[in-house]
């Protein structure tokens, strides 16, 4: 069974920017599509974005086009969240996953992110 631990969080001021990782181990990193969720207090859990085994291509919800951006380092097992942050948009508990078809079969715990001045 994979393990996916995610680190990066913290607090972050309105207008700045958050970079989160998520390392791997115990999983075949390369074969695994990966993405990353949001939970906002009050809110269902969303998925922010998504990088394929290779990284050649993302995708991204409407709410973060043009402010996300995913990449992934297959030979450190990591893949990365880069957004600028809106104001309190982007409060709330981020957790990667991991998937080898329709389903996210490996998740991390998860690691909070505060935007506040």
């Known amino acids: 069974q994979g393990q996916l631990v995610e680190s990066g969080g913290g607090l972050v001021q309105p207008g700045g920017s958050l970079r989160l990782s998520c390392a791997a181990s115990?999983?075949?990193?390369?074969?695994?599509?990966m993405g990353w969720f949001r939970q906002a207090p009050g809110k269902e859990r969303m998925l922010v974005g998504s990088?394929?085994?290779?990284?050649?291509?993302?995708n991204y919800a409407d709410a973060v086009k043009g402010r996300a951006t995913i990449s992934r380092n297959n030979v450190k097992k990591t893949v990365y969240l880069q957004m600028n942050s809106r104001e309190t948009e982007n409060a709330g508990d981020y957790s990667c996953?991991?998937?080898?078809?329709?389903?996210?079969?490996?998740w991390g715990q998860g690691t909070q992110v505060t935007v506040s001045s």
């Open positions: 115990g999983l075949t990193f390369e074969r695994h599509a």
């Open positions: 996953a991991a998937t080898t078809g329709r389903v996210w079969s490996n």
């Open positions: 990088v394929d085994c290779t990284g050649g291509s993302t």
